[in-house]
T-cell receptor, first 113, second 112 residues
Framework: DTGVSQNPRHKITKRGQNVTFRCDPI?????LYWYRQTLGQGPEFLTY????????KSRLLSDRFSAERPKGSFSTLEIQRTEQGDSAMYLC???????????FGSGTRLTVV | DAKTTQPTSMDCAEGRAANLPCNHS???????VYWYRQIHSQGPQYIIH???NNETNEMASLIITEDRKSSTLILPHATLRDTAVYYC?????????????FGGGTRLMVKP
């Protein structure tokens, strides 16, 4: 297992378009997290899954954002009707229950033009 | 989770020890201190964590004061590859999500 994989690494889209990102966590990790990071800031929590259940969502996750983890393995994050303010790095992390730390992926950098 | 205060930036000479401070004066008894770092264009990487005892692993040492209101991450022999943003995070260990709350971190520049 090579860690947490995120695709694509970079995405440029026009304002108003929909985009979808994918995260493949470490196989035995039942917890999966999405974070967003803008330039010069620390990552901000978006949402969290335990297996296939989405257990927590941040206020940052507007109704244009939706995340799924249908079989408790990979996860997708979709942004509808993208806005320039959505431009950021979207990070995925996974962890075992009661684990000491997360493993982050390298992120998907979204640029909305 | 308790808030943390870190210097915005620090410099360190290559080969010397880098000592990164963190204040967490409102830490609760059941909150752990975690350190992550983020190298440019990568996701954050776990370094070390502790509750009240000092901890050491292959990457770093964590020194927590007796009153637990502050801690120091020590990179014993900094290399150029240790240039990164270092985040100090305190959080409760539980089963209900365990999400990390990142602050601004300390930008460490290791110079030749």
């Amino acid at each position: 297992d090579t860690g947490v994989s995120q695709n694509p690494r970079h995405k440029i889209t026009k304002r108003g378009q929909n985009v979808t990102f994918r995260c493949d966590p470490i196989s035995e990790h039942n917890r999966l997290y999405w974070y967003r990071q803008t330039l010069g800031q620390g990552p901000e929590f978006l949402t969290y899954f335990q297996n296939e259940a989405q257990l927590e969502k941040s206020r940052l996750l507007s109704d244009r954002f939706s995340a799924e983890r249908p079989k408790g393995s990979f996860s997708t994050l979709e942004i509808q009707r993208t806005e320039q303010g959505d431009s950021a790095m979207y990070l995925c992390a996974s962890a075992k229950t009661d684990s000491s730390g997360y493993t982050f992926g390298s992120g998907t950098r979204l640029t909305v033009v | 989770d308790a808030k943390t205060t870190q210097p915005t930036s620090m410099d360190c000479a290559e080969g010397r020890a880098a000592n990164l401070p963190c204040n967490h004066s409102t830490i609760s008894g059941n909150e752990y201190v975690y350190w992550y770092r983020q190298i440019h264009s990568q996701g954050p990487q776990y370094i070390i964590h502790g509750l009240k005892n000092n901890e050491t692993n292959e990457m770093a040492s964590l020194i927590i004061t007796e009153d637990r209101k502050s801690s120091t991450l020590i990179l014993p022999h900094a290399t150029l590859r240790d240039t990164a943003v270092y985040y100090c995070i305190v959080r409760v260990w539980n089963n209900a999500g365990n999400m990390l709350t990142f602050g601004g971190g300390t930008r460490l520049m290791v110079k030749p």
